[in-house]
């Protein structure tokens, strides 16, 4: 098992979609949050950032998503690369538009728009035509075929699991390459969870989309994942493929703050 901040690229992979490398983020100018992390999502893959509650996945998100200065935050060393550009040069609407689509904690749907009206404005953000619009939708009722159900619904009435749907829905109207998404699982029922992630896996093969997750939920991330990294306290503290986590009985230590390592050791070649 070799020991490195980085998984190692073998020489044939693709060039990464995103990298974060060793960022340190910090809100306002005090509270450090990310003491160093660091990973890859290669094009085409699910990788999960698991990690306890505070471990840093919130803020890794939004560092990726340039959103930490709407809370007073910032990345304070290290660098994050999509597609190759930096992401400090772009703020979060040109983000979008390159293909770097959050979907943040909390589903965010406008309560008082319908289903639909809250898909539309995920096109809207990106400029698309009324015609773009309309395939989007399709698209996104193929993926969700209860929100075809819910359309006319105002998003506010739906069900917890309908509302993530719609947030994902509306991400996905942005065409996007690099879904990002944070616990898509929270507060939801575990059949819902299921079904949630099971259209992500769907979307990632039929559609090569690729997919970083944050989540609490190991056992669910790790069964739809590729790869993942493990966050604790900060740091990125493990990485590896999704099989070779599953594996590692000690991870569940993770969630509680225990048997932090050193450093972040390779699980596989991953
Ligand atoms: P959770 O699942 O609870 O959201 P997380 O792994 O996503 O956990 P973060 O939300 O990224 O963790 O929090 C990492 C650290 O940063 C925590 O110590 C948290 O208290 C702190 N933090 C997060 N947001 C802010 C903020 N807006 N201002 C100050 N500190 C913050």
């Avoid at 085409?44 to 803020?59: D, P, R």
């Avoid at 340039?66 to 040069?89: C, K, T």
């Amino acid at each position: 098992m070799g020991v490195s901040t980085f998984p190692p690229v073998p020489a044939a992979a693709p060039a990464p979609l995103l990298r974060i490398a060793a960022i340190e983020a910090v809100y306002q100018s005090a509270i450090v949050a990310l003491h160093g992390v660091s990973l890859e999502v290669r094009p085409g893959e699910i990788h999960a950032l698991l990690g306890a509650n505070g471990a840093g996945k919130s803020t890794t998100l939004k560092a990726v998503s340039h959103l930490l200065p709407a809370e007073r935050g910032q990345v304070r060393s290290g660098a994050i690369h999509f597609d190759g550009q930096d992401v400090a040069a772009l703020g979060p609407a040109a983000l979008v538009r390159r293909g770097l689509v959050p979907v943040l904690e909390g589903r965010r749907c406008f309560a008082h728009l319908t289903v639909e009206e809250n898909l539309v404005t995920g096109g809207i953000g990106r400029g698309a035509r009324r015609r773009e619009i309309a395939a989007g939708l399709e698209r996104v009722y193929a993926a969700f075929p209860r929100l075809a159900e819910r359309r006319r619904s105002p998003a506010g009435l739906t069900s917890g699991g309908e509302q993530q749907m719609t947030a994902i829905g509306r991400a996905l109207m942005a065409a996007p390459r690099l879904l990002v998404l944070d616990e898509p699982s929270m507060g939801l029922a575990p059949l819902v969870v299921q079904d949630i992630f099971r259209q992500l896996r769907r979307l990632n093969q039929e559609q090569g989309l690729s997919i970083l997750v944050a989540e609490q939920n190991s056992t669910v991330a790790l069964q739809y994942a590729d790869r993942a990294t493990v966050l604790d306290a900060g740091r990125s503290v493990l990485h590896g493929t999704a099989q070779a986590l599953r594996q590692r009985e000690d991870i569940q230590h993770f969630y509680f703050g225990q048997g932090v390592a050193e450093e972040a050791p390779e699980l596989a070649a991953a």
